[in-house]
């Protein structure tokens, strides 16, 4: 199975991967400003994730296979890659095992040590919306507040409710699989991984993800990374400083 994709423009591809409990949705005025800059810009949604099918087996290795089967479906030999988050981590064990398709990369507030399970909150009150009640959008929001306090973040997780059938909610991502496999997700690359391409890591200035005393190991596994700030953002760093996110990489991906 090939993961579902929204594709625009022409150009150099270049693959965009959203983060956990995302879609390619989140990404799209982006995805249309790289598109604008001359870029055929494939912005995906993930196994589990969106409009792509949904699968028990979720783990990072099995994610980057899954991103060759897109380049091979789509004829796509060499792409720049830019990750958030889960996509950023996606997109460095991408990159070194099949570096020769990978032109240059960018990571989004995600480094490639060890995170542990830090979502309860989020899966908590996703689990607390019980669809067999049919609630409206409106009661799902109200069970989510409860648990989460952030609007943005509530905000992001209603991008991925739809209507499955006339009456009936459901979120697109899996749920089941994510409650089962959450441990998966901090998962660090090997330690004996490295990409000698060019990669450029662009952290939020108010997010705890990407730490000072991570560098090193940055440094080790991606010899060429530079490591940039984006001001006045946390860890949804692309969508709170969309300017300067976008500066940045497009000066990273020109030059």
């Not at 020769?100 to 490639?112: H, M, S």
């Not at 209603?158 to 979120?171: N, R």
Request: charged share 25%; net charge negative.
């Amino acid at each position: 199975m090939v993961l579902e994709s929204r594709i625009e423009g022409e150009g150099r591809p270049l693959l965009i991967i959203h983060g956990f409990l995302g879609m390619s949705d989140n990404w799209k005025t982006l995805a249309g400003q790289y598109a604008e800059n001359g870029f055929e810009v494939h912005a995906v949604d993930m196994r589990n994730h969106g409009k792509s099918f949904h699968s028990d087996v979720f783990d990072y290795d099995t994610m980057a296979g899954d991103i060759l089967e897109y380049c091979k479906h789509n004829n796509i030999d060499k792409a720049d890659v830019i990750g958030h988050s889960m996509g950023g981590k996606a997109a460095m064990f991408f990159a070194v095992m099949y570096p020769e398709i990978v032109n240059k990369l960018i990571i989004a507030d995600i480094g490639p040590k060890y995170y542990a399970p830090h979502h309860q909150d989020i899966l908590a009150g996703l689990n607390a919306v019980d669809f067999t009640k049919k609630p409206e959008r409106s009661d799902v929001e109200e069970i989510l507040k409860q648990y989460i306090p952030d609007f943005g973040t509530r905000q992001f997780l209603m991008k991925s409710l739809y209507w499955k059938e006339p009456g009936q909610l459901a979120f697109r991502f899996n749920l089941a699989v994510f409650n089962e496999k959450i441990e998966n997700i901090g998962q660090a690359l090997p330690e004996d991984a490295v990409y000698n391409g060019d990669v450029l890591f662009l952290r939020g200035d108010k997010s705890n993800y990407i730490r000072e005393r991570d560098f090193d190991g940055i440094k080790h596994h991606f010899p060429k990374a530079v490591i940039r700030d984006i001001k006045n953002s946390g860890h949804w760093l692309h969508a709170e400083n969309p300017k300067d996110f976008m500066d940045e990489t497009l000066h990273f991906l020109k030059r």
